[in-house]
């Protein structure tokens, strides 16, 4: 049965026209010409999209969207305008639109996003049919609707079938371990263990040993044999996070770990035999990286099979009311609030807004302004505090006291230094290399300074 697409425009010859192309490529359509009819027909039918103008006669087309909304729930809409702006086009989607485009479009665009939007409709009914049947979908967990997303939560379904290595990449932030959970748990080796090791935050004369593993008496101190973290990984999968951080002499170690899925344990002269998926994340550059010299072209062009470009959020902003909601509702339970929502006006700055933290800085923003938040809905104020340097009271409460004053001067500040490694660990939502920027140090130097103070940064991940 094919999908069917409600157009509502006053304009007879370019409704004829998107009439023309859209049944051309197998959909069923029907049309209105004013918002008050589109509502009615909407109400009494069933409709998979709306393509809905903005101007019109009566009833505008922003002034539709809620009355769309109750009488189609579900059916996503897409805004068509002559007249729309920047601002505008952000009003569409704070108001449910999943999409909007500005007159003239061309058709193959508007394809597209035609496209994307039934492949989100089916996966979302594929999704309720799971559900219906007590089976949820790791995807679930990783939010956004918008086309990128979409696009690549269908390239991770299709890898995570395979038995192949896998490379992430993107900008920090965007949610490189989140989709490398979500890889290893829809793949085949669910069911067995998924270590993840930090390359940038292992100090470089550690790091072979916490891979590969060593054999007794292969430096001072290794009084026994110890496993790798490959080995470790048995029948499962290994994460090597920051991957562009790893030491140019390790490389073609690692290299014949992912070509032959074996290698010597450090002071060992048998290779050991790998039963694991690799994943690699990254948010560098590695084709620069290696012009400049600092990574093997054959290890990248090895990795770079089944790879995963994440989408910046600047890239994606539909997705941020979905991505909103999401944060309140975490913010609400770790601070013990209830607030209800989020006003237009503040969402208007967090849409004005590049993020270059990506999805990471969105969520602190979100809790932040929920800390502010003094009443029911989240305003342009308490979001422009969340901007701001400012330390709220209660952000304060939770952070660690400052020492005390009349200690010695050496236990002082070795107090200090764990306050201000907690705090950064704090605000960074437990992320090793984000606070080591916020401390000015390598994420290596950090690494040390953990060891030393016995700090688990796992306890300041955000949930």
Same mark, same amino acid.
């Given at each position: ?44 039918? &069933? ?6 103008? !903005? ?50 479009? &061309? ?20 999704? &309720? ?10 995807? #679930? ?9 979409? =696009? !690549?939560?269908?390239?991770? =379904?299709?890898? =995570?079938?395979? #038995? ?40 470089? /004369? ?18 026994? *044999? ?6 470790? =990984? ?47 994340? @990254?948010?560098? #550059? ?17 990795? /770079?099979?089944?790879?995963? !470009? ?21 913010? #609400? ?5 209830? !607030? ?5 006006? *503040? ?10 933290? /990506? ?71 437990? @992320? ?9 140090? &390598?994420?290596? /130097? ?18």
């Amino acid at each position: 049965m094919p999908e069917k697409i409600l157009i509502v425009d006053d304009d007879r010859a370019f409704q004829g026209m998107l009439v023309e192309a859209l049944t051309d490529k197998g959909y069923e359509v029907d049309t209105a010409s004013t918002a008050e009819d589109g509502i009615k027909k909407a109400a009494s039918a &069933s409709f998979d999209l709306i393509l809905h103008d !903005i101007k019109l006669p009566g009833m505008s087309g922003l002034d539709a969207l809620p009355h769309l909304a109750e009488a189609a729930p579900g059916v996503d809409v897409i805004v068509m305008t002559g007249y729309a702006s920047k601002d505008s086009g952000v009003q569409a989607m704070q108001r449910g639109a999943y999409d909007y485009f500005t007159k003239p479009f &061309s058709l193959s665009e508007m394809e597209v996003v035609v496209r994307r939007a039934m492949e989100k409709r089916r996966m979302q009914e594929e999704l &309720s049919e799971l559900k219906k049947r007590g089976k949820t979908s790791p995807l #679930n967990d990783i939010i956004g609707q918008s086309p990128p997303m979409l =696009a !690549i939560k269908e390239r991770i =379904a299709r890898v =995570a079938e395979l #038995n192949a290595d896998v490379l992430i990449m993107g900008e920090t932030g965007t949610g490189k371990e989140l989709v490398s959970d979500t890889i290893h748990a829809m793949s085949k080796r669910a069911k067995g263990p998924f270590i993840k090791i930090n390359c940038a935050a292992i100090p470089e /004369n550690l790091i072979e040993s916490e891979l590969f593993g060593h054999e007794k008496g292969a430096f001072t101190g290794a009084a026994a *044999a110890k496993q790798g973290k490959f080995e470790q =990984a048995k029948g499962g999968s290994i994460l090597l996070d920051e991957l562009g951080e790893m030491p140019l002499h390790l490389q073609p170690k690692l290299l014949r770990a992912v070509e032959q899925k074996q290698a010597e344990r450090l002071g060992g002269t048998k290779p050991i035999k790998y039963d694991v998926r690799i994943i690699a994340a @990254t948010n560098r #550059n590695l084709e620069e990286k290696i012009e400049a010299g600092e990574f093997r072209s054959d290890l990248y062009y090895r990795l /770079n099979v089944a790879t995963l !470009i994440l989408p910046p959020l600047r890239e994606r902003k539909s997705d941020l009311p979905q991505l909103a909601d999401f944060f309140l509702e975490r913010a #609400n339970r770790r601070l013990g609030t209830d !607030i209800a929502g989020i006003s237009a006006e *503040a969402m208007e700055i967090f849409f004005n807004y590049d993020w270059p933290g /990506n999805v990471r800085q969105f969520a602190n923003a979100v809790e932040r302004a929920a800390i502010f938040c003094a009443s029911s809905m989240i305003t342009a104020a308490e979001v422009d505090q969340a901007f701001s340097n400012k330390q709220p009271e209660q952000d304060a409460q939770q952070q660690p006291a400052l020492p005390e004053t009349d200690l010695p001067l050496k236990q002082a500040l070795i107090q200090y230094e764990r306050y201000l490694i907690e705090n950064a660990l704090r605000r960074a939502g437990g @992320t090793q290399t984000d606070a080591a920027d916020t401390l000015g140090i &390598s994420a290596k /130097n950090l690494w040390n300074k953990l060891q030393k103070h016995g700090i688990d940064p796992a306890q300041f991940k955000l949930r």
